[in-house]
Structures are given as structure tokens and as C-alpha cells.
């Protein structure tokens, strides 16, 4: 896969795609293409490049960015271009390397156009023609060391911030982490939080005199959550039947934890009783972080079986199943959020509720803190 390592290469590769016509502009046809200096003047466009279609001709001024993987750039590049445009009476366009669904929807918003290397094009000129043709897959991934901030054990960042919406430092960050569960190094965090800027997600700046970092789009934020989702890797999932009373389980597995140094949280979408109301099944499903040891030490309380089973265990090391632990070992509302979205209608009706509930608390915090 083709990778963006050198940005004068992915720029040079992105001129010489639309020198040799290899952009496709359908329906529109691409009738001539002028260079600009290209020396990052904010006065300088890259190209001027004109489409024909139905017999009429749209003379676009374009902004071009070697990167696609920052809503940051996504952005700088929407407010040059439509400087550019005023000044030059021509309609804004940029040229990404990829263009993604929020970058599609900044530019929606912007009434500006868009074209990649990829073959996805947006053409938007108000109460004139609106062409969307997107979806094409990125054939030019970041190179950056965290793929996905969203998921797995990375995304514990995010989620924190819509716990506690405001932070005065990165070192408060892991403190807090750690306080609920997660353990990430600081470098990791810093690099974490670094992308979530870049996605215009959270923002460093004053509130109450106090340089904090704080969350201003929490909407955003759970759409990515929920859009690059991934459940915990499942080793061993063992069944069994309960031979104590069920209302003694959560004490009895709360104090092997205690004991043992081990983990184990229900499911998402078995605690969501705690914040919704919604009908579930009986059985109780837990994450542990060891289920042979704990069949072993609490052997006398269950009895494994595959019929009739009351309890199912389900290993995994992940430790994003037990980030914001509850009282009675259920998981944080934002497991529950996740997992059930990923399910049926009912479960996401109920996952609206307790997405409205996080929200409202966000926004709580964020009006009290000045932000």
C-alpha cells in the first residue's frame, strides 16, 4: 500500500495525477488546469482548474493538502480556499489524498468541493449542481504509529474525556486514567490526545484563567467511538451453572478480585440495567482477565456445563472492558453504549438513552468549568 512518508513526493504524485488527467471528474470533464506558484502563499493558489458539463464551465480555485488523516488540515485547507475564492471570484475546491465522511461533511458545511486520489469527488456550488460521489476506500493510510485512537486500549483517552471533559495537563490524564482502571504511559496519551486535536475533537486553550485541554465536540466523539468499534479479543468462553444464591454472585466475584489481583466486569450490554431502563436476559455474562483460575480458586460455586447455563465467562486481556468499573461489577455506560450499538433495534434504543445521559453530564461540566 502506498504510504504518504514524504509529503513533497505525495504533492509532486498529486500534481502529476492532475497534469495527466488521471482524476476522474464524471460527469463533469476537466477542460484545462493552471498551476499556481504553489509556494504556501496564503495569496498563491496551487491550480485553477476548469470542469465542463452540460455545456456550461466552472472555474475552481484549488487547495491542495498532502495529508487527509487531520480534520485540522481538512479545515486550514477550507479556510484558505475560500479566502482564495473571494479574492479571485472563482469557486472553492480542495484536493486531498483521501476524502473521508467528516471531511466530506466539513466540506458540506463549508458549501466548498472536493476531489482525491481515490476516485471520490463532492462538487457543491449553491443553487447551481451538487454531485456526491464518495466512498471509495483510502489506498494512502496514515504511517502514523497509533492507527486507531478509537479502539482497543486507545481509546480509553477518548472515553475519559467524556467522563471528565477538562484537563489541566496530560500527566492529570494518566493520573485519572489509572484512578479508573487504565493504565496507558504518558507518551502514549500525549500522542492520543494529539490526534484527537487534529480531529478537531478536543482543544488546549484558557478556561477561568487556567490553561486546560477540553472536549468540544462530544456529538463527534461517540459517532467515532461507535463507528470504529471493536470488540475485546475472546480467548476462552466458558458456561456454568451457579451453585450459590445469584444475589451473592457479584460479592463473591467482587472479593476474588480483591484477592487475586484479577478483573472481571459484566458485559456492556448486560449492565446496561444500571442506566437504562430495558428488558435483558438472566444470564450473567462477565470479562475476566483469567476464567481457569477463578473456575479453579471458586470451584465449589459453579459447575460447568453447556445446557441450562446461568453464568458465562468470557477471557480476554483487553483492558478496555474494565476501564470505569461500577458498583455491583457492571461495566462504564460508555461499554454499554458501545456494545449496544453494534446490536439490534431494541438495543439501540436503549444505547440513544444512555448516550443522552453522557451527553447531558458533558455539557454539565464543560458550562461549569467556562468552557
Given amino acids: 500500500m502506498a504510504k504518504n512518508t514524504d509529503t513533497r513526493l505525495s504533492e509532486n504524485h498529486m500534481r502529476r495525477q492532475l497534469f495527466e488527467r488521471q482524476i476522474d471528474f464524471s460527469p463533469f470533464e476537466l477542460a484545462s488546469v493552471q498551476w499556481g506558484a504553489g509556494d504556501g502563499s496564503r495569496y498563491s493558489p496551487d491550480a485553477v482548474i476548469e470542469l465542463k458539463w452540460a455545456g456550461n464551465v466552472f472555474s475552481f480555485v484549488v487547495e491542495q493538502k498532502s495529508r487527509s488523516d487531520s480534520l485540522q488540515t481538512v479545515r486550514a485547507a477550507i479556510e484558505q480556499v475560500l479566502f482564495l475564492a473571494q479574492s479571485m471570484g472563482k469557486y472553492p475546491m480542495i484536493c486531498l489524498p483521501h476524502l473521508s465522511s467528516n471531511a466530506v461533511r466539513m466540506l458540506k458545511e463549508a458549501a466548498v468541493s472536493g476531489f482525491d486520489l481515490c476516485g471520490n469527488l463532492f462538487v457543491c456550488i449553491p443553487g447551481k449542481v451538487y454531485i456526491e460521489r464518495i466512498g471509495n476506500p483510502n489506498r494512502f493510510p496514515s504511517s502514523a504509529p497509533i492507527k486507531n485512537i478509537y479502539q482497543k486500549n486507545s481509546s480509553l483517552v477518548p472515553r475519559l474525556f467524556l467522563l471528565q471533559p477538562a484537563f489541566e495537563s496530560i500527566t492529570a490524564i494518566v ?162 453504549y458501545l456494545e449496544l450499538m453494534q446490536g439490534d433495534k431494541r438495543d439501540r434504543q436503549a444505547a440513544e438513552m444512555i448516550a443522552k445521559e453522557l451527553l447531558k453530564r458533558v455539557r454539565f461540566a464543560l458550562e461549569k468549568n467556562g468552557n
Fill in 175 to 336: 493520573h485519572e486514567l489509572k484512578r479508573r482502571g487504565g493504565i496507558l504511559t504518558q507518551a502514549t496519551v500525549s500522542k492520543v490526545c494529539k490526534r484527537l486535536e487534529e480531529d478537531i475533537i478536543i482543544e488546549t486553550g484558557n478556561a477561568q484563567r487556567q490553561k486546560q485541554t477540553y472536549l468540544i465536540q462530544p456529538e463527534a466523539l461517540l459517532e467515532n467511538l461507535v463507528g470504529q468499534y471493536a470488540p475485546p479479543t475472546v480467548g476462552q468462553h466458558v458456561r456454568a451453572k451457579l451453585r450459590m444464591a445469584s444475589k451473592d454472585l457479584a460479592g463473591c466475584l467482587f472479593d476474588w478480585c480483591c484477592a487475586t489481583g484479577e478483573s472481571i466486569v459484566q458485559t456492556g450490554a448486560v449492565s446496561c440495567t444500571a442506566y437504562t431502563v430495558t428488558a435483558r436476559e438472566e444470564t450473567a455474562v462477565f470479562y475476566c482477565s483469567h476464567v481457569r483460575r477463578l473456575l479453579s480458586d471458586l470451584s465449589g460455586f459453579f459447575e460447568e456445563t453447556k445446557r441450562f447455563a446461568d453464568i458465562e465467562l468470557m477471557e480476554t486481556a483487553d483492558q478496555f472492558v474494565y476501564f470505569d468499573q461500577r458498583d455491583h461489577l457492571c461495566a462504564s455506560p460508555i461499554q454499554s
